[in-house]
């Protein structure tokens, strides 16, 4: 099994260079699609966020995460609460998926904080994607986001620098999909399959 990380700072693009690998058949471990099961209602996790941070986060029962990140980015110590809390449950649930899948399989685990969590031991293969600053930006706006909070989420992450101190392979992805697709096509023969074995 060819364990891939694939990080990059908020709208570079990282999800798009993981459906494309899953096009290609990786199997795909999305980090925040974790980082949300793991404090759904009924969870520990559910539990051990309450206990730090009350009830104020609530909507209808359950954790309403604008309303957490409203706090977290904030307060940087509440922050790292919030990430101590959650980074062990997601580590823990991406084992559980990798342990159910078959052995020859390149597993890509999207991880935005990857250098922040000192996390790139854990693979074989790092994949930092980079997209220019603007750029991320006006995706970002079209999400929705304000310019104060996509400010706040820029600051909280590590550079593009720091990213790629920790990556095999830099893939900037500053141009149409079909540009991205043909990068990614190129890691995938050229580094991903060989070391996989297949």
Known sequence: MLKVAVTGGIGSGKSAVGEILQEFGAVIIDSDELAR????????????????FGDEILTSGEIDRAKLASVVFEQPD??????????????????????????????VNEI???????????????????????????????????????????AAQASDEQRASIANAVVINDGSLDALRSKVEDLWCGHLQPKAGK
């Open 37 to 52: 099961t793991v404090i759904e209602r009924g969870s520990p996790g559910y539990d051990q966020v309450l206990a730090v």
């Open 112 to 154: 935005p904080l990857l250098f922040e969590t000192d996390g790139a031991k854990r693979f074989d293969f790092v994949i930092a994607v980079q997209a220019p600053m603007e750029l991320r930006i006006e995706r970002l706006q079209r999400r929705g986001m304000k310019q104060y909070e996509i400010e706040k989420r820029l």
């Open 78 to 107: 509440l922050r790292k609460k919030l990430e101590e809390i959650v980074h062990p449950l997601v580590r823990e649930a991406a084992e559980e998926i990798m342990r159910s899948i078959p052995a020859d399989s390149v597993v």
